[in-house]
């Protein structure tokens, strides 16, 4: 019987009301929402839930965790891009070992052959007397991208929220992208995929999850926009077991590998942070912490590789 | 004598290739590892996490595809009672099932509660029965002007809610995939009146577009409550103001908006040249109709 | 001028397309044979997919791509011979006007069919004009070799038409009389329709050349829009032009000592124009050696970094046999042959001819695919056959079925129609009488 629980719990099922009614009347969709849940709209199909008081409550089947399937979006949209995000990466190459675990979770959940890696971990020995390191290297989704700018059917695509993407049922196959890419991450698909099950190839084709993958067209690393829109973090991200890699969006200033979460403009002034190959203007969106300070040998990575 | 002989060798025989039968079975057989773990959000909606993976050479894979049974208590047998679903887990290994409103009364006889995840036996695994412990809490959460967050936990002890002390609290503000924390302190610790203090250091944050941000105050993994997640609006961010000059037109940008300068240049010289061989055709045509006018004349 | 007065029905029945012999049967068979061949290595191809290549993600262009860039070369020889030498008041080419308006046509059909068999999804290649970005080098390839094959075909045609008269000359209308009919019946021959003939053939004379500079050019920039070590170059579209010239000139010295050998027209292609042409292909020869040097020494001379592994593999790594017997063998030493007079003669310069159209060939893809393999980033982690390229056998035998194929168009040409400009050489004659 306590008045004061009652009242902050009506408080806050008020909030949680007012956000559902807000996030269902907007009519121009805000970057933040301010209900329970990431930018998901909701569907207006309501779910019966028992709280934690044991009141019965209902919840929008949307705002429902973890994010279940998300509608299909239209190919305007996904060339479009979400709203208001700007993604960004940053990779802390002091904490990479090649243990590979990001590629395998990415080849997993593409259904991409492991001779075609999206994700290329490469062993950088630069010069003769400076520190070799292994580099994770993802697509950069180039705010000037060259691969964009030679394709002729429009097939790959840059979209507002930075995220570039290949449309597979429109790739004509001239590998002009892969000619013009200087990060040589594009791979093309020589043969019928066989990591694609029947089932799959027949699935329409999805830009944001990039499968099926289809032959005679190109692939590539995606920045997984199907999580992001789920405010979930890319594979690879979640699959590193040192935290490597961290995913964030520019617009908030902050990246995150899931456990750690730093601010991004205080992450890269204070570590350093740098682009691969800048001076050819590319303005690529994935930073990389200089590899010091690292508790584990080189070589390390190399008995890996040929296990 | 003979027959003695017989008999004993198919009685070794038949053991040996039972044995052996068994022994290939649990050869295939990898162990399965189900992980469950409890969720709360704004001490409200609430919802159960189940991952399952298997040992494969060493290695741990996700087990797709596994019928994993939840309940709310479990009785003096270990199993379970109180069914709150069967989910199947997807790609990831990852199921999620929240708690149905049919199961209200046994929820409300206790504040301590016992999920427990069973799967059965199947080709691949042998049968699993994982639990968690929970006891119902509460964070709250409040804020003074000059950004000091202040949070209460509290557990539901004997129909009322009392403070706890010594629980591990996070502050944080709300980022995509993760949440940042609102100064340099890890996290903190509830004292006696179950509060932490902290200030909100991180200036300069973009909000959304009015410059809100969602501050939060968790409870990560914690052995006696789960996982607690507590989010906030305030108003502590920088306006952000949505760049609506993307769709300009580049060299990069879609075929609808090439660069000016390309388009004219471009569009000139396809109408200059086309334009000449369509005079040539035209003068090949007036070639044409002079040969079949001289036809007709000779004729 | 070693040239002997013929009369007019001489020279008519000099020129006049003639059945095959015995060696004409044998080489269009085989002509024949590489064109099944290489087009059931293409059927192979469509159904296994690009996998039946020796192609994979680093090296992702390879012989198709460099065929393409040499049959785009060759076709400019077209504008050479024709336009260029025509507008410069040159008389003496006037035989070799049609054999390189021949070559053009072919060679830039079959550049438009190795791009389609190059390409990945040849079921999309609508999606090239539904969808083009205009910003893309290869919607400004498709552009031009579209146009340029249109001007070519004109300049084909339209000095065709007096010829046609003279095919048609008392021959009933029946098997291939009737296309001659079709093409050019409504010739007559009159002083008007040689007043507009004349206009259309300077007009397209002036037209082809700006078109022909750019086909190249425009072809060169599908490398030099990149940032690659070896394409990163401003150089690029001259040196292509350069390089363009030097191979079609070689090309239709071949072409000429074949027809004329073969057609026994020894009166109307004279050792004068072998003469005449060699000096060309010389000077063409000096300009693309100029370009070679300055391609090649300066990024020498600096080694920065993403060259070292590329300018090495050239000059003494895995390319540098082809390296240099393309540039001895192509260029310097047919150079040196045919500086002198006894080198410009007929023979001479058929063999040199071979050498440069062959060094041209291996030149090309020695731009296209060493650049492919000495990426910025290691190759590491692909299987070992991914740091190789050697064409499997689909892929040579697809080129070599396109090599065919444009050369058996250019054979069922000269089988039926004149390959030297009947009218063109009496009214020349002519002139040469009147004098």
Redesign the interface.
């Known amino acids: 019987m306590?008045t004061n629980?009652t009242s902050?719990?009506e408080f806050?099922?008020g909030?949680?009301t007012t956000g559902l009614v807000l996030a269902g009347c907007s009519s121009k969709k805000?970057?933040?929402e301010?209900a329970?849940s990431?930018d998901v709209k909701a569907t207006g199909e309501k779910?019966?839930?028992?709280?934690?008081?044991?009141e019965?409550?209902e919840?929008d089947k949307a705002f429902?965790?973890?994010v279940p399937n998300m509608p299909t979006i239209s190919n305007s949209e996904e060339?479009k891009g979400i709203?208001?995000?700007k993604f960004v990466m940053v990779i802390d190459l002091s904490r990479c070992k090649n243990l590979r675990k990001c590629q395998s979770a990415c080849n997993?959940?593409h259904h991409i052959h492991s001779?075609?890696?999206w994700l290329?971990?490469?062993?950088?020995d630069e010069g003769e007397h400076t520190a070799p390191y292994w580099q994770p290297?993802t697509c950069m989704h180039c705010d000037?991208?060259?691969c964009?700018?030679?394709?002729?059917?429009?097939?790959t695509?840059?979209r507002?929220d930075g995220i570039v993407l290949i449309d597979s049922d429109?790739?004509?196959?001239?590998?002009?992208c892969?000619?013009?890419c200087?990060?040589?991450i594009?791979?093309?698909?020589?043969?019928?995929p066989d990591t694609v099950s029947e089932e799959l190839a027949h699935k329409p084709y999805d830009c944001e999850t990039s499968m099926p993958q289809k032959?005679?067209?190109?692939g590539k690393c995606d920045f997984c926009p199907d999580m992001?829109r789920k405010?979930?973090?890319p594979h690879c991200?979640s699959a590193c077991p040192n935290g490597t890699f961290f995913?964030?969006?520019l617009?908030?200033?902050?990246v995150?590998?899931?456990?750690?979460?730093?601010?991004f403009s205080d992450l890269i002034k204070d570590k350093a942070g740098y682009r691969l190959?800048d001076d050819?203007g590319t303005k690529p969106s994935v930073y990389y912490l200089p590899p010091v300070a690292r508790n584990f040998p080189f070589e390390k990575g190399m008995e890996i590789?040929k296990g | 004598m003979k027959s003695k002989i017989i008999n004993i060798s198919i009685w070794v025989f038949l053991i040996l290739v039972a044995g052996l039968s068994v022994k290939g079975q649990d050869a295939e057989k990898s162990p399965l590892i189900v992980t469950l773990s409890y969720?709360?959000?704004?001490?409200?909606?609430?919802?159960l996490?189940v991952n399952a993976k298997s040992k494969v050479e060493g290695k741990f894979q996700p087990a797709a595809g596994v019928e994993i049974q939840l309940y709310l208590n479990k009785d003096s047998t270990g199993k379970g009672v109180g069914l709150i679903g069967k989910v199947i887990t997807n790609?990831?290994g990852?199921a999620?099932a929240?708690?149905?409103?049919a199961?209200?009364q046994t929820?409300?006889l206790s504040p301590n509660h016992t999920f427990v995840a069973v799967t059965d036996k199947s080709k691949k695994f042998d049968e699993t029965n994982t639990d968690i412990s929970i006891a119902?809490a509460?964070i709250?959460v409040d804020t003074t002007d000059d950004k000091n967050v202040t949070a209460t936990f509290t557990e539901f002890k004997d129909n009322?809610?009392v403070p706890v002390k010594g629980v591990d609290i996070k502050l944080?503000?709300k980022?995509?995939?993760?949440?940042?924390?609102i100064n340099d302190d890890q996290s903190y610790t509830t004292d006696s009146l179950g509060k932490v203090k902290g200030e909100f250091k991180?200036i300069g944050?973009?909000?959304?577009?009015h410059g809100?941000i969602?501050l939060v105050a968790k409870v990560e993994d914690n052995d006696q409550y789960g996982n607690l997640r507590v989010?906030?609006?305030e108003p502590w961010g920088v306006k952000?103001v949505?760049d609506n000059d993307?769709?300009h037109r580049a060299?990069?940008?879609?075929?609808f908006n090439s660069p000016v300068w390309l388009v004219v240049i471009a569009y000139s010289i396809l109408i200059a040249v086309w334009g000449t061989l369509i005079y040539l055709v035209f003068l090949l045509i007036k070639i044409r109709t002079l040969g079949k006018q001289e036809e007709k004349n000779q004729a | 001028m070693e040239k002997i007065s013929l009369t007019d029905e001489q020279v008519v029945s000099d020129l006049l397309p003639k059945k095959f012999g015995k060696l004409g049967m044998v080489w269009v068979a085989i002509l024949i044979v590489f064109c099944l061949v290489g087009f059931f290595a293409y059927c192979r191809q469509l159904k296994?997919?690009?996998?039946v290549?020796s192609?994979?993600?680093?090296a992702?262009?390879g012989i198709y791509i460099s065929n393409f860039v040499f049959f785009v070369a060759i076709s400019l020889v077209g504008s050479l011979i024709t336009a260029v030498l025509r507008l410069s008041g040159v008389h003496w080419s006037t035989p070799l006007t049609r054999i390189a308006e021949i070559i053009a046509v072919s060679a830039i059909t079959f550049a438009s069919l190795i791009i389609i068999v190059?390409?990945?999804?040849?079921d999309?290649?609508y999606?090239?004009f539904?969808?083009?970005?205009l910003?893309?080098?290869?919607?400004w390839d498709?552009t031009v070799i579209i146009t340029y094959f249109f001007i070519s075909i004109l300049l084909l045609y339209i000095p065709l038409l007096p010829d046609m008269k003279i095919l048609l000359a008392g021959k009933e209308k029946k098997g291939i009389y009737k296309l001659y009919s079709f093409l050019g019946s409504f010739w007559k021959g009159t002083h008007l329709q040689f007043r507009i003939s004349k206009r259309a053939i300077n007009i397209l004379c002036i037209a082809i050349v700006p078109i022909a500079f750019s086909i190249h050019t425009v072809t060169s920039w599908?490398?030099a829009?990149?940032?690659?070590p070896g394409w990163d170059s401003t150089n690029f579209g001259a040196y292509f032009i350069a390089g363009a010239f030097l191979a079609g000139a070689g090309a239709v010295n071949v072409a000429m000592y074949v027809f004329r050998k073969y057609y026994k027209l020894e009166n109307y292609i004279t050792n004068d124009h072998f003469d005449k042409m060699g000096k060309i292909t010389v000077m063409l020869g000096m300009l693309y050696l100029y370009f070679n040097v300055n391609e090649y020494l300066t990024p020498y001379f600096k080694m920065k970094k993403p060259e070292v592994a590329f300018l090495n593999s050239l000059f003494v790594g895995q390319f540098s046999v082809i390296f240099w017997s393309a540039i001895f063998g192509g260029m310097i030493i047919p150079m040196i042959i045919l500086l002198f007079k006894r080198g410009r003669r007929p023979l001479p310069m058929f063999i040199c001819g071979i050498m440069i159209v062959v060094g041209a060939w291996f030149k090309r893809f020695l731009i296209v695919t060493p650049t492919?393999l000495q990426?910025?980033?290691?190759m590491?982690?692909?299987?070992e056959s991914?740091k190789h390229y050697f064409p499997s056998w689909e892929e040579w035998s697809i080129a070599l079925g396109s090599l065919a194929g444009a050369l058996l168009v250019i054979t069922f040409f000269a089988r039926f129609f004149p390959i030297i400009p009947i009218q063109e050489t009496i009214i020349e004659q002519h002139e040469k009488q009147n004098h």
């Open positions: 306590d629980n902050r719990k806050l099922a909030l949680v805000s970057p933040f301010m329970a990431e779910v019966k839930l028992l709280s934690v008081d044991g019965v409550i919840v429902l965790k973890p060339r709203p208001g995000k997993h959940m001779n075609l890696n290329k971990v490469y062993p950088m290297t000037e991208p060259p964009v700018k030679v394709c002729p059917v429009d097939a695509f840059k507002e429109r790739c004509v196959g001239c590998r002009f892969m000619a013009a200087p990060y040589s594009r791979v093309f698909n020589w043969e019928k032959m005679g067209t190109v992001a405010g979930e973090l991200v995913f964030g969006d617009n908030e200033d902050s995150t590998n899931g456990a750690e979460t730093f601010r190959m050819l590789d | 969720f709360t959000v704004n001490n409200d909606y609430q919802y996490k790609e990831k990852n999620a929240n708690i149905p409103p199961l209200k929820w409300d119902k509460k709250t009322k809610w944080g503000i980022r995509l995939g993760g949440d940042l924390l991180k944050m973009p909000g959304d577009e809100n969602m989010e906030r609006s952000f949505a993307f769709f060299l990069w940008a879609s075929r | 296994y997919g690009l996998i290549t192609m994979r993600d680093y992702s262009w190059d390409m990945g999804r040849p999309r290649f999606n090239l539904l969808y083009g970005r910003q893309s080098p290869i919607i498709v599908l490398f829009t990149t940032y690659r492919l990426p910025f980033l290691p590491h982690n692909v299987p991914y």
